[in-house]
């Protein structure tokens, strides 16, 4: 493969190719589609071989700008183009080139002229002069046009682009074994464009069609097979554009019967009744003819007893007389072999005691019985299989076990009966002489499943609507439904009352009532019936009743203390479940005791639970008749009981009279004094201090004890 490339001047400075200039990999040609000033110098071609990375350069080769005239502009005139066929193989990479010289310089596009859209995986190199296709496939065949465009015109250059591919094998053939006699097909197929041509030869030379010989295009079959068949064939596909081979060789076999290696059973075993076929497969070539003998009698086929094809030999409706010893005998061209085996007929097995279908109660225990009668030189293994699955004992030993004791029972217990293990039991015994199974249906009764798609339908401040549908009863009648509810601030779930009081098995709605306003809620059911109650039902979407009035009061209304000038009024907040709606506030009314007006204040914190009113004109000890309300975004409440409350203390402004002081013993002083007069409307004296100190000492050093009272 060669490559071209132009060198301007001096090495190692290149022609740069862009929409003004353009070097043929085609040709080696470098074309300009408008000379410059700067294009003149000299120009030297250089030739690179890619395998060799040789290089050969041409002699230099000048350009010179003439000046005795103007070049005027003109239409595109394409020097370079596709041929107007360009076979392209399959997979391989299409370069189509097209460039043209003109003035001003032509712009060019490409497209196909069917109007389908230029492949995505192409390429455009060098302003569009190339054009490449890599992976070349059939749908990118088609005609393809360079369009060469300037502002005075403009010309296109056609070509065809036509996919064809080598034969590529899609199914070969392999070596082959045939007996005489026997019939040998083989088949090839090759894809290809054009369509793929297929001829035959065996031992390097055509193949020629014979009456045993068929050949028809890719397919080869030979019948009747003879030594002279034997060879090495091969499958030739052929197009103009390659052709390949598949080989294969035929080998003929031709031996007399052999059993050394396939010899009867010794031993076969049946029972009265059943049917048996006794195998006879001696290795021959060609196919023999095959005789049998019972004992040493040649044995004549009846409507029990059948020469099968293949040579075993069928007896059907087999008695205790069809015991005893039988002779394969077969013969082709090549020679004739025996073999001999023994058949044994044993009575049948059969089920005395079946299982049986059983009704029973979840935590219930039973046994499906499964007893036989057999013959007890035969081993015998009993089974069981739950809806089409076997047991496995071990993995479900807490509930299945094999009892019986004896080898002609194996009865199932099922121990602590769930939900789960209703269903089809079957019971399988299998000697090596026949099979056969006892089947149950148990039916398990239990408390209900749960209720399905419980629905809030309808909701209000007190009240919900709800509907269900019933979960499976299994087995027992659905006698109860119940309800349950659960909001943010219950303990878990809880029933609640509902309309009607008692919801029966056929009722599936129902109205629960005595709900707190503005709660969000969801609901659950569950069901019950004789056997007991049932797994709850998924819960309900959540949903908040509506607002109402505020109809529970704060308890424990009460206060006093505070400072000076202040009337400190107390009371327990209601809880949020209970406040009946949004924008939830209290109204705190008081008056002094005996007076007819209230003052009221607002609290707008459903949080709050206390309110100090404070005036300097506030006498201090002075009861006070106190209540508090309720309000939401519906209105106002009722308001709590009135209770008393006075207003804050004073301190104490006078000392206690007539102080005394006795001693009692040696460390023992006893302190008496009067209270002092005072006015009780500022407040009950609570205690007293009673200070102590030696005679040479300062007050400021004095014990101090308090008293109550």
């Not at 030739?47 to 239409?75: A, H, Q």
């Not at 297929?198 to 020629?208: F, G, N, S, V």
């Not at 308001?639 to 206690?656: D, G, I, Q």
């Amino acid at each position: 493969e060669l490559t071209y490339a132009w060198i301007f001047n001096e090495y190692p400075t290149f022609v740069h190719q862009d929409n003004r200039r353009f070097v043929s990999q085609e040709t080696g040609n470098l074309y300009i589609a408008k000379v410059e000033a700067s294009d003149v110098g000299n120009y030297t071609c250089v030739v690179t071989n890619v395998v060799t990375n040789s290089r050969v350069l041409g002699p230099p080769t000048p350009l010179i700008l003439r000046n005795d005239g103007v070049m005027g502009e003109y239409e595109p005139k394409i020097e370079v183009q596709f041929p107007e066929t360009v076979p392209s193989a399959k997979g391989t990479t299409v370069k189509l080139e097209c460039f043209a010289l003109g003035n001003p310089v032509p712009t060019i596009s490409w497209r196909r002229a069917d109007g389908k859209q230029i492949p995505r995986k192409a390429r455009r190199h060098r302003s569009s002069g190339l054009l490449e296709i890599p992976n070349f496939q059939q749908e990118d065949a088609g005609l393809y046009e360079c369009v060469a465009e300037n502002v005075r015109g403009k010309n296109v250059a056609r070509g065809q682009l036509t996919f064809y591919a080598q034969p590529n094998w899609i199914q070969t053939i392999s070596d082959a074994h045939a007996a005489i006699e026997e019939s040998v097909a083989w088949e090839c197929r090759a894809s290809g464009r054009p369509k793929p041509s297929y001829r035959w030869l065996k031992d390097k030379k055509k193949a020629d069609p014979q009456l045993r010989v068929q050949l028809e295009q890719g397919s080869l079959t030979i019948s009747n097979v003879s030594l002279s068949d034997a060879g090495m064939y091969q499958c030739v596909a052929e197009n103009r554009h390659g052709i390949i081979f598949a080989s294969a060789e035929l080998s003929v076999i031709a031996i007399g019967p052999d059993f050394s290696k396939t010899l009867l059973k010794k031993l076969t075993l049946v029972k009265v009744g059943g049917e048996v076929i006794i195998e006879c497969k001696p290795k021959a070539s060609p196919r023999p003819t095959y005789s049998w003998k019972k004992g040493r009698d040649i044995l004549r086929e009846n409507e029990r007893i059948t020469i099968l094809d293949d040579g075993s030999l069928r007896i059907v409706n087999v008695t205790k007389a069809d015991a005893g010893s039988y002779t394969c005998v077969a013969t082709n061209h090549f020679g004739t072999a025996s073999s001999t085996g023994s058949l044994v007929v044993k009575d049948p097995t059969r089920v005395m005691v079946s299982p049986f279908s059983m009704d029973v109660t979840v935590g219930e225990s039973i046994v499906l019985p499964c007893q036989v009668s057999h013959d007890h030189s035969l081993d015998i293994m009993f089974t069981w299989s739950f809806n089409g699955q076997l047991i496995d004992f071990e993995k479900d030993g807490d509930h299945f076990e094999r009892v019986g004791g004896q080898d002609s029972a194996g009865d199932l217990m099922i121990r602590s009966i769930q939900l789960k293990h209703a269903g089809k039991y079957v019971c399988m015994v299998q000697t090596s002489v026949d099979k056969l199974s006892a089947a149950a249906d148990l039916i398990v009764r239990g408390p209900p499943g749960p209720p399905e798609a419980v629905t809030i339908d309808e909701i209000t401040d007190t009240t919900a609507q709800l509907s269900w549908r019933p979960g499976a009863d299994n087995h027992s009648p659905i006698t109860m439904y119940v309800v349950q509810a659960r909001t943010p601030f219950s303990v878990g779930w809880q029933a609640v009352s509902t309309v009607p009081d008692i919801i029966d098995g056929r009722t599936f709605t129902a109205t629960v009532v005595g709900l707190n306003p503005w709660v969000e809620y969801e609901f659950r059911v569950v069901a019950a019936n004789l056997i007991g109650i049932g797994e709850p039902s998924r819960p309900s979407e959540k949903r908040r009743t509506e607002e109402a009035l505020p109809e529970v009061t704060p308890a424990n209304v009460s206060g006093g203390g505070g400072s000076k000038s202040e009337l400190v009024i107390t009371w327990e907040t209601v809880p949020e479940e209970l406040q009946n709606g949004g924008g939830f506030g209290y109204v705190v009314a008081f008056r002094p005791y005996g007076t007819v007006s209230w003052m009221q204040t607002v609290v707008a914190s459903p949080d709050a639970a206390r309110y100090v009113f404070r005036n300097e004109t506030l006498p201090p000890f002075s009861p006070y008749e106190v209540k508090v309300g309720v309000y939401n975004n519906k209105g106002e409440g009722s308001f709590s009981p009135v209770t008393v409350v006075y207003s804050a203390e004073e301190e104490p402004t006078r000392a206690p009279t007539t102080v005394l002081a006795r001693s009692l013993s040696a460390s023992d002083v006893e302190v008496s004094w009067a209270p002092p007069w005072e006015n009780q409307h500022k407040g009950r004296i609570q205690g007293y201090e009673v200070r102590c100190w030696r005679h040479d000492e300062k007050e400021e050093n004095a014990k101090r004890v308090r008293t109550v009272g």
